[in-house]
């Protein structure tokens, strides 16, 4: 499913360091429906598995823009609350590649997210590595700025869901 030097060198790896504890972090990743919201190019939720984000469960999203939508799905490889993620995720027939999430405590009140993701098949992987960082990196700072944004509306209100 990877290849080995996925975990020398992926093509992008960004960081952000959020004013929010990993649980926040961690409680907007395991709403699975919450993914359409802060992965950029997700933009539609059609189920989630009702273990998620156990290993093995998965998310049916779409990836796009209407009326060019391409239905595929992510799947958890690992699962470490609330310390990391590793998501296997499709966007066939783009491609797939595999998504490390890792959060650390950074002090009181705040965390190091830590987002790596590399083309793991399709046609991604024909692309050179500084290309995919190209693509991938203005993702991913996006994407951590969403996530940081949804983890800070969960902790001024606990248990009202996303409130962003």
């Not at 992008?12 to 992965?39: H, I, K, N, Q």
């Not at 490889?77 to 966007?91: F, I, K, N």
């Not at 500084?130 to 983890?151: D, G, Y």
Request: glycine share 10%.
């Amino acid at each position: 499913m990877s290849r080995p030097d996925f975990e020398r060198e992926p093509a992008a790896t960004v960081r952000r360091r959020m004013p929010v504890e990993p649980e926040d972090v961690w409680s907007v990743l395991a709403d699975g429906w919450s993914f359409g919201t802060w992965v950029v190019g997700a933009c539609r939720i059609r189920s989630v598995d009702s273990d998620w984000p156990a290993a093995g469960t998965g998310i049916e999203h779409s990836v796009g823009a209407w009326p060019a939508l391409l239905d595929d799905h992510t799947v958890v490889e690992r699962s470490d609350p609330p310390r990391g993620l590793v998501l296997h995720a499709r966007a066939r027939p783009l491609g797939e590649a595999k998504v490390h999430l890792l959060l650390v405590a950074d002090g009181p009140d705040a965390t190091v997210v830590t987002m790596r993701e590399d083309v793991v098949a399709g046609p991604g992987r024909l692309m050179p590595r500084a290309l995919r960082r190209l693509l991938l990196v203005p993702r991913n700072v996006e994407s951590l700025r969403r996530l940081e944004l949804l983890a800070r509306g969960r902790r001024a209100r606990p248990g009202q869901g996303a409130g962003i």
